[in-house]
């Protein structure tokens, strides 16, 4: 059996070098179809499991703003890789956490690589990965890629996860009366309009129609009743929320990220030395 695993994460996260400590030598690059973008893959060493590991382009959001963000989440969606590693600069979480909350969104399971620990520990600072799963629902991994540190026990992680097939739980981001309006919107597209981007996932086909996302309502023929739906939608959130659309899930994506990583971090006098 071949496994493909997408690597994903913030410009200056450490993507590369990470890449290249898991891969080694075995590479081949290319570009993304139709566009001028560089696409890396290779093989990932030490492992029982044949694993080809996808380099994506660096992004901060799946937003369709650039190139690299429409190649990344139409390589997400449309190829379904086996595993996301999402590598997460912890010296910079709540930035880097921002894409998260949107990969999540995507029905693939996820590993979140907190790479940097050698500077977050020269901090003085510890971070919890427990208490990260427990939020966001996907388990996480502390490393330095510079340091080659943790590399091992990633690598054993990624050979097990991306065997695994079964959904993970979606943990509740938005308040509770938010996500009743976006189940909802999801329960009226799947009944008014079964045929409007059925092969993609559930949560990231409401965020997306609802934010009026460029890329993917070019994608549909789009009826006045559609339009409609999605417009009475908005209204209600921006009635809840006080504010339009695009900042209200902007804020609610950063108020679960806030709390999240304020449940898992401590600070500790000594260094612990794990990193360096
Ligand atoms: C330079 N710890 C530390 N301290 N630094 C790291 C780690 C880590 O775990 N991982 C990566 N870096 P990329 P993208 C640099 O290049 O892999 C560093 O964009 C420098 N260069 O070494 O390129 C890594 O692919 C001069 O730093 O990231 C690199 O995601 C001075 O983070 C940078 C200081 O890593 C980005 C750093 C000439």
Not at 21 to 35: E, F, K, R
Not at 148 to 155: A, F, K, M, N, S
Not at 253 to 275: C, G, L, M, P, Q
Request: with cysteine; aromatic share 6%.
């Amino acid at each position: 059996m071949k496994y493909t695993v997408a690597l994903v994460g913030n410009p200056n996260s450490g993507k590369t070098t990470l890449f290249n400590s898991l891969t080694g030598s075995n590479l081949y690059v290319g570009n993304w179809p139709g566009v001028t973008v560089e696409k890396k893959e290779g093989d990932v060493k030490n492992t029982t499991e044949n694993i080809t590991l996808v380099d994506l382009p660096g992004i901060y959001s799946l937003a369709p703003y650039s190139m690299d963000e429409i190649v990344s989440r139409n390589y997400l969606l449309d190829d379904s890789p086996d595993l996301i590693v999402n590598i997460i600069d912890a010296s910079n979480i709540e930035r880097n956490l921002y894409l998260s909350t949107q990969l999540m969104e995507l029905d693939c399971p996820i590993i979140g690589v907190l790479n940097m620990m050698d500077v977050v520990e020269k901090k003085g600072i510890s971070l919890d990965t427990e208490s990260l799963e427990k939020s966001f629902g996907f388990p996480f991994i502390k490393i330095s890629a510079q340091r080659e540190t943790g590399i091992d026990e990633l690598i054993q992680m990624i050979t097990k996860n991306v065997k695994k097939k079964e959904k993970r739980q979606m943990p509740r981001i938005f308040p509770l009366e938010i996500t009743t309006v976006l189940q909802e919107f999801d329960a009226l597209i799947q009944k008014q309009h079964p045929d409007v981007l059925s092969n993609y996932p559930m949560a990231f086909r409401s965020v997306k129609l609802i934010e009026k996302d460029e890329e993917v309502l070019g994608k549909i023929s789009k009826s006045t009743d559609l339009l409609e739906d999605i417009n009475r939608t908005r209204k209600k959130i921006e009635t809840i929320s006080g504010h339009d659309v695009d900042s209200a899930i902007a804020d609610y994506r950063y108020r679960f990220i806030t709390k999240s990583v304020k449940n898992a971090t401590k600070i500790v006098r000594e260094n612990t030395d794990h990193f360096q």
